[in-house]
């Protein structure tokens, strides 16, 4: 709508009508191009690669030179890739029910509270997101060695979930001051305690930001390296991680990455990455750009 | 609101509004310290207590992980003239620096061209996110084996034949900063793209209308304009990318002079086990970090804290 008004603004202007109208379209075609092949041409030459048999994913450039196959899929399972997939569904799940559960009780609180008090604690939180994660490695390695945390998902998702929280409170924060509080008076002078209209009022209206927030702390839970590299390296059967895993693969050549193999488990992982994003487009850009920019 | 005393018991209860009925509630205030309680003691014992214990543990001696003693500031002084230490700094600031300014210049560039384009634009914004959805390790992997000598895609497309770029100093680094420009500007410019729209098209407009040019209305009205957006966008940038591990990890293990400070410290931990000097090491990195967040976040007012819970308002 806004941009009828400026072609039409700067057909007043600048009297010169057709041809530039064109060659716009042209150069807004060649941008769209641009961009769309930046975000997904990678993901054509990873989809080519994995179904590359034997030696061709290693040894042929071209995207388009068979003989292509599954072969690299069912080696992937073999290594016990889907154990991989549960402990990270796993992590993930544990670490975006705990984030929402106990952020957006102090999100809510924050956004309630009178402006100064506020300052400080998101002042307060800021700082935390601002802790880089390689700090807890060595303490945190030498606390769940005695506590025997290594190798569990306790041991990853309790990091996760102290690092995801700053960003859950931040979304969370601004969702809630968003909601008018007189609907919550209402609730109140109809008889309900202040918590009763935190659940049965407010937290239902927040629900489309609280979502928004779930997805993207389970995204950052799901693709996390460094701790879980650190504390769970091996065993699928326990408690590695999918990147650990796609990072872990080994052929049977020493010291040569299996090409194959490792393509093939991406794409096992970015086709329903892929796919949620696509669904909750909306939902996720509103999310994101609430927890960092908000003009 | 002109409440600033702390309050006391008697007031919390006098506080409490007048339709309350039985005594199962409780009171506004009382449920706001008990709403954020739980947040806050998780964040002190997962990520502040750690922090307060690698410097208590960089003070002892270890060999392995056997406790040999008091060591006091030597694992400071050990790693503060180590080669290996003021290498590992220098990667991580070439690459924070190159790589952040190339996302932002890229991811404005992107930005920009997306706020014009109408139709296509809910494509774009999908395929936009699927770069920054995708797991850093899988990225790493992808670029890694698209630089790498075979199958040798990269070198392919430009006729470069065997070209090493992953086992030398140099091209080792561009090519890590390359994959985390891929993956990270697309992100950045969707952050922009979110502060363009805040803009009102009118002042454009009327820019255009006082026969502004394009390049002028883009440096006099729309960066001024996108200016918080711009900063929040850095500082968030700036602090990821001193953090970098997992495209080093995965695409060169720290070799040809790309090893950063995170994967320096993580080298202490399982490889060749020493709790003394990786705390320390990571004590110096979390300074570094830490004060660097704090400088940006001074230089930005407190207007992040504000701008971003009363924006919504």
Request: hydrophobic share 55%; charged share 15%; with cysteine.
């Amino acid at each position: 709508m806004s941009d009828t008004t400026t072609t039409m603004t700067r057909k007043a202007s600048v009297p010169v009508p057709r041809p530039v109208g064109r060659r716009r379209l042209w150069v807004k075609a060649a941008t769209l191009l641009v961009i769309l092949s930046w975000c997904l041409f990678p993901f054509l030459w990873l989809v080519m690669t994995s179904l590359k048999l034997g030696d061709r994913a290693l040894n042929s450039p071209d995207l388009f030179q068979g003989p292509f196959g599954l072969a690299n899929y069912r080696n992937v399972f073999e290594q016990d890739f889907h154990l991989n997939l549960r402990n990270s569904l796993a992590v993930a799940t544990m670490t975006t029910l705990i984030c929402i559960t106990v952020g957006s009780l102090a999100a809510y609180a924050l956004a309630r509270l009178p402006l100064k008090r506020r300052l400080i604690l998101l002042t307060g939180v800021l700082a935390v997101s601002l802790f880089p994660p390689v700090a807890l490695v060595p303490p945190l390695y030498e606390v769940w060695r005695s506590i025997g945390l290594l190798n569990k998902w306790e041991g990853l998702y309790l990091p996760y979930t102290a690092f995801e929280l700053p960003l859950t409170i931040f979304i969370l924060t601004t969702f809630y001051a968003a909601i008018p509080k007189e609907l919550e008076e209402a609730a109140k002078v109809d008889g309900a305690t202040p918590f009763q209209a935190f659940y049965k009022v407010v937290f239902p209206l927040a629900a489309p930001g609280v979502f928004a927030a779930g997805i993207i702390i389970f995204v950052a839970a799901w693709n996390e390296f460094l701790l879980a590299s650190t504390f769970a390296p091996r065993n699928p059967e326990i408690a590695q991680t999918v990147p650990v895993a796609i990072a872990a693969f080994t052929g049977q050549v020493e010291f040569q990455r299996p090409i194959g193999t490792i393509t093939a488990a991406c794409v096992v992982v970015v086709i329903p990455m892929v796919v949620v994003a696509l669904l909750f487009q909306r939902r996720i850009v509103a999310g994101l750009t609430a927890g960092s920019v908000k003009g | 609101m002109t409440r600033v005393r702390p309050a006391t018991a008697d007031e919390t209860r006098s506080d409490v509004a007048p339709p309350r009925r039985r005594g199962s509630g409780l009171s506004e205030r009382a449920l706001a310290r008990v709403f954020v309680a739980p947040s806050l003691i998780l964040m002190a014992l997962v990520a502040l207590f750690p922090v307060l214990y690698a410097v208590v543990l960089s003070l002892f001696e270890y060999t392995r992980r056997e406790r040999q003693g008091f060591a006091g500031l030597g694992n400071y002084v050990a790693a503060l003239s180590d080669d290996r230490f003021w290498s590992a700094l220098w990667f991580t600031i070439v690459f924070t620096v190159t790589s952040v300014a190339a996302e932002f210049v890229i991811g404005l560039g992107f930005a920009l061209l997306m706020n014009q384009t109408f139709r296509g634009r809910g494509i774009t914004r999908a395929a936009i996110l699927i770069p920054w959805v995708i797991p850093t390790v899988i990225a790493a992997q992808m670029w890694f084996f698209m630089f790498n000598v075979t199958p040798g895609f990269i070198n392919s497309v430009f006729g470069l034949g065997d070209f090493n770029w992953l086992g030398q100093p140099g091209w080792a680094t561009f090519a890590i900063v390359f994959a985390d420009v891929w993956k990270t500007a697309p992100f950045v410019a969707l952050l922009l793209l979110a502060g363009l729209q805040t803009i009102p098209v009118e002042i454009t407009e009327s820019a255009m209308v006082d026969g502004a040019g394009r390049w002028q209305r883009l440096w006099y009205i729309t960066l001024p304009l996108l200016r918080p957006a711009i900063l929040v966008a850095l500082l968030f940038r700036t602090v990821d990318a001193l953090r970098v591990y997992d495209l080093v990890a995965v695409m060169t293990g720290g070799a040809f002079d790309t090893e950063s400070l995170s994967v320096l410290v993580q080298q202490y931990v399982v490889r060749t086990p020493d709790p003394g000097y990786g705390s320390a090491l990571s004590t110096l990195t979390f300074i570094l970090i830490l004060g660097i967040g704090l400088v940006f976040v001074r230089a930005l007012g407190r207007d992040i804290a504000i701008g971003r819970t009363e924006g919504a308002r």
